[in-house]
Each structure stands twice: as C-alpha cells, then as structure tokens.
C-alpha cells in the first residue's frame, strides 16, 4: 500500500534518520521525498510517498510518522503514479498545458493532487492568475511555499501561450457582423444569419450568479465573436443587477479560457468532471 505523507519536522542537520529508523522498524519503505521551506520557523515540511505492509491505515501511518518527531501530519492513499519523478511530473504537465492551455486547471489540479472543486470548505486553497482570470485549487494538505512558485509559473506560461495564439484570418467574403441586444439576450448575425447568442437567467436569489447560454457557430470562432458577446451580455447582466454571472462549458473547451481573457472580464474558472465553469463578476462593470 502506498501512502503520501506531509509532516513538519524539526529542521536540524539529521532529521531524516528517526523517520528512516521508525520505518525500517516498521517494515515500511519510503519511495520518495522532498523537503520544503516550512511557513513555520524551526521547521521542514517533508513530503514522503511510503510503502506500508497491507492492512496499515491512515492511523497506523500517522502513528509512525509522529514516532519520528513529527507534527502536523496529513497522508492519503495513492498509487503507484506518486512515485513518478517530479521534474519528469512537471516537465509533462507543461507539455500538456502547450498543447491544450485551455485545460490548466484539470492539468494543475492534478499535478498537485488537488480538486477545484470544495468539500467541506476548510482545504488550503491554491490561487493562480491567467490573464484577468483566476483559477483556484484545494486540498487538505496545505500548499508549501515552493508549490504556490511552481503554481505561479505555470500560471506565466499559460497566459504567455494564449497570448500568442494567433486568431482565425477573416475571409475576404465576410460580411461585417451585425449585433442585436434584446432584454436578456445578443445575437451576433451575418447576412441575416445567427452566428453567436447569449442570454442570460435571473439567480434565484439577488446575490446568486446568473447563468449565462452562450453559442458560437464554428465557423465563427476565434474571431472575436465569443468575446464581444461575453462582454455585452454581462454589462446587460449588470445593468439588470447581477452582482455574477456563471458559464458552463464541456471540460476540453479550448475557447473559453481565451474568450475570457480577451473579453478583460475577472473569472474564476473551475474543473470539475467534464464540465468547466466560469463565475465571472460583473458588478463593478460600466453598464
């Protein structure tokens, strides 16, 4: 059974050894480890990935870990992909993220064994800026100094790939788009056809997020279609008195991160099973 473990030791020259003792005691073997700065003075975050004789539990793990002098302990099960090295872990991550930029969140919320969505809202939650869009992370193990750099510079380079991205050449043949605003909807039309719409619905509560319909024919996308109507569709959300506006889109979406950041709107973009979400707020908008 593999186990990750996250501990405060004492930072003093041979805190390993007691740990390595209890669990060469304990028939345990540790696969990996990396220390971290520790936000508290005197100390050394440890990260181990154990592997315990069968039947151990998290309480026989923590159990052997305080053995050895350490304090806030926190350990979950994983399997054998945590012992993958973590340089290799990180230069794969950014591959991924070069390739689908769009997909940031899932990619860091799993390299750093996190969820974007909450549980029970007491997690340590980690807060990166893409552009005007935040995306946040969380877990119960609090996130080390070192992580909240590494977070931080993925976050760079997912805003330095999406602002290279050229967008799609118009056609020679294009008709000018002609925008048409109704009380809670804009669509966007080209020689007389629909090529973009949204609207938006009332929250059921005045504070709530009101969520937002979006649509862009193919054939129009990523040539500012998206971004224009974003942009008007919440300043109309505003003018109505959204505080919040919401847009759900499936989870491999490669336009909506884009669409946002162009749109200069403030989001906080979240993962969570094939379907991504944006809470944009809207109240500090001009109408």
């Known amino acids: 059974m593999l186990w990750r473990v996250r501990a405060n030791l004492p930072d003093r020259p041979g805190k390993l050894a007691?740990?390595?003792?209890?669990?060469?005691?304990?028939?345990?073997n540790i696969g990996a480890v990396q220390v971290f700065t520790s936000q508290v003075p005197g100390t050394a975050t440890i990260e181990l990935v154990i592997r315990t004789p069968e039947g151990w539990g998290e309480?026989?793990?923590?159990?052997?870990?305080?053995?050895?002098?350490?304090?806030?302990?926190?350990?979950?099960?994983?399997?054998?992909?945590?012992?993958?090295?973590?340089?290799?872990?990180?230069?794969?991550?950014?591959?991924?993220?070069?390739?689908?930029p769009a997909l940031f969140p899932d990619v860091v919320a799993?390299?750093?064994?996190?969820?974007?969505?909450?549980?029970?809202?007491?997690?340590?939650?980690?807060?990166?800026?893409?552009?005007?869009?935040?995306?946040?992370?969380?877990?119960?193990?609090p996130f080390t100094p070192a992580e909240r750099a590494r977070g931080a510079a993925l976050a760079?380079?997912?805003s330095d790939v999406l602002s290279r991205?050229?967008?799609?050449?118009?056609?020679?043949?294009?008709?000018?788009?002609?925008?048409?605003?109704?009380?809670?909807?804009?669509?966007?039309?080209v020689s007389g056809r629909v090529v973009g719409r949204a609207s938006f619905t009332e929250g059921a509560t005045p504070h709530d997020p009101w969520p937002v319909d979006m649509w862009v024919d193919p054939l129009w996308q990523r040539r500012g279609i998206g971004t224009r109507v974003l942009s008007e569709i919440a300043r109309m959300a505003r003018a109505r008195g959204a505080e919040e506006i919401v847009l759900t889109a499936p989870a491999d979406s490669q336009a909506v991160l884009p669409m946002v950041l162009s749109a200069g709107l403030r989001g906080r973009i979240r993962m969570a099973g094939e379907s991504l979400t944006v809470r944009i707020a809207v109240n500090e908008l001009r109408t």
Request: net charge negative; hydrophobic share 35%; proline share 5%.
């Open 165 to 189: 991205t050229p967008a799609a050449p118009h056609s020679t043949g294009d008709t000018e788009p002609t925008h048409i605003r109704g009380t809670d909807e804009v669509s966007v039309l």
């Open 59 to 100: 309480h026989e793990v923590v159990g052997l870990v305080t053995r050895a002098g350490a304090d806030s302990v926190v350990t979950h099960q994983v399997n054998s992909h945590a012992l993958d090295d973590q340089p290799t872990r990180y230069v794969r991550a950014a591959r991924e993220i070069l390739d689908h």
């Open 156 to 158: 760079e380079l997912v």
């Open 110 to 141: 799993h390299l750093f064994d996190a969820d974007v969505e909450p549980t029970h809202g007491t997690e340590d939650v980690l807060e990166m800026t893409v552009g005007s869009a935040v995306v946040q992370i969380r877990r119960e193990t």
């Open 18 to 28: 007691p740990l390595a003792n209890e669990c060469g005691k304990a028939g345990a």
